[in-house]
């Protein structure tokens, strides 16, 4: 069929996407007992790749073993498992796909079942039960500047063992993020104050990774539109820094929005974004306009119609899908033959609302198993369930 989602997308790095579909990361919690890879993330990314996506990013992976996202994650940080990425960087660049790893640090968030002091840029604690995430340290000056290192050692792992890129993670509430929003970063070295200061870890990093890599490797960032917090990272902030990206050379930015404590990603919308499913397509329409590189937008989509209107519209160049890809993997090929106009919308059938994320996840790990979707599965047990993975999950770890 005749589609802009079909269409090639050109990188500035001269890579060229096969389409205009991504699949955006989702954390996967499918690691062993010392966060390497294993056979589900084979079996998990090889459905992604053969299911048409012109990208795939992975689920966080954490470059400091300190400090986890959730105790499921892949870790790169001198514990081995080079053989088990390559094994996932093979099924998932199968069929002509981008694999990107998402690289990260939770900073913050940094759940206290794995850790009992995470860091952040100043010691504000989240606005979160402390039985979740316990208070924060301030980071010294020597930590912070082991960063861009991290980022890059992770980011050469990456390709030496044939995945195609990398994307920094600096949107959610994640460290990066931390230190773009005043409102976690209230430093007076110069890491803090200005945005110019603020922006000083996530450029540098961005310049470790490029240095580290190669020009045929991709380099992304996910950044907020906004975190939706007075007194935190705007959007009029976010555009200076799409554009000094952009001078960084990265080769494409995802847009997002929000963090743990106002978690607009999740789809807090406006009846605007309701009706146009994107939550954040008004501010990505305006970062376009100031970015000189490829936006890619996620949150909300589930029409093809809806999904070539924010294309033809110029509002971004590709389309991102998150969760309808953890039950329907081979979404991307159905929307582009015609065999399907849109995504079941799984959100509005799991009851209560709050048990969507352990619900979308427990799908995960059942693709990752060789299982097929478990739809029946009821927001009550969901919440169970998924809860029971993560403690028999962190206490693997803590064991090992």
Known sequence: MSSPLARPLTLPNGVVIKNRLAKAPLTEGLADGWNRATGRHVALYRQWAAGGSGIVVTGNVQIDRRYLERPGNVVIDGNGGEAALAAYAQAGTANNTQLWMQISHPGRQTPRRVCAEPVAPSAVPLALPESAFARPREMTPTEIEDVPRRFARVAAAARATGFAGVQLHAAHGYLLSQFLTPLVNRRTDRWGGSLANRASLLLESVRAVRAATAPDFCVSVKLNSSDFQQG???????LAVVRWLGEASVDMIEISGGNYEKPAMMGAATDSTR??????????????KAAPVPIMLTGGFRSRAAMEAALDEGACDAIGLGRPMCVEPDLP???LDGRSDAAVDWENRIVPAKAALGWFCLQLLRLGDGLAPDTGLTGEAAIGRYLQNEEATAAALLGR
């Open 232 to 238: 935190g990272f705007s959007n009029e902030e976010c």
């Open 275 to 288: 009706r146009r499913e994107a939550y954040f397509l008004e501010y990505a329409a305006l970062i376009k």
């Open 333 to 335: 090929n159905r929307l």
